[in-house]
Nanobody, 114 residues
Framework: VQLQASGGGLVQAGGSLRLTCAAS????????MYWYRQAPGKQRELVAA???????NYVDSVKGRFTISRDNAVNTVYLQMNSLQPEDTAVYYC?????????WGQGTQVTVSS
């Protein structure tokens, strides 16, 4: 099973993008879904997380601007990004933590111009 992240692109500051991460097959017992990002020259950063019960957590820099959600029926996680800023420019990755295994997507580039 592979994860496919999509929805990245080039947007002006203040704009919005919606990222989607879909699994190529069924993944049983997904506990937590994550979005990470990595900017050039920086370490990978946890952006948002959502549990199987819908509890969410965000890095402080995106609170109030980003929203993570999931569709358990299709093993898909979303990241709605509003009020994007140049410092949000990065490659965004999704990851699933399931019972007995972890899954990572290949990343989608988000570029925010000032």
């Amino acid at each position: 099973v592979q994860l496919q992240a999509s929805g990245g692109g080039l947007v002006q500051a203040g704009g919005s993008l919606r990222l989607t991460c879909a699994a190529s097959g069924t993944i049983p017992s997904i506990r937590i879904m994550y979005w990470y990002r990595q900017a050039p020259g920086k370490q990978r950063e946890l952006v948002a997380a959502i549990t199987s019960g819908g509890r969410t957590n965000y890095v402080d820099s995106v609170k109030g601007r980003f929203t993570i959600s999931r569709d358990n029926a299709v093993n898909t996680v979303y990241l709605q990004m509003n009020s994007l800023q140049p410092e949000d420019t990065a490659v965004y990755y999704c990851a699933y933590i399931a019972e007995g295994d972890d899954y990572w997507g290949q990343g989608t580039q988000v570029t925010v111009s000032s």
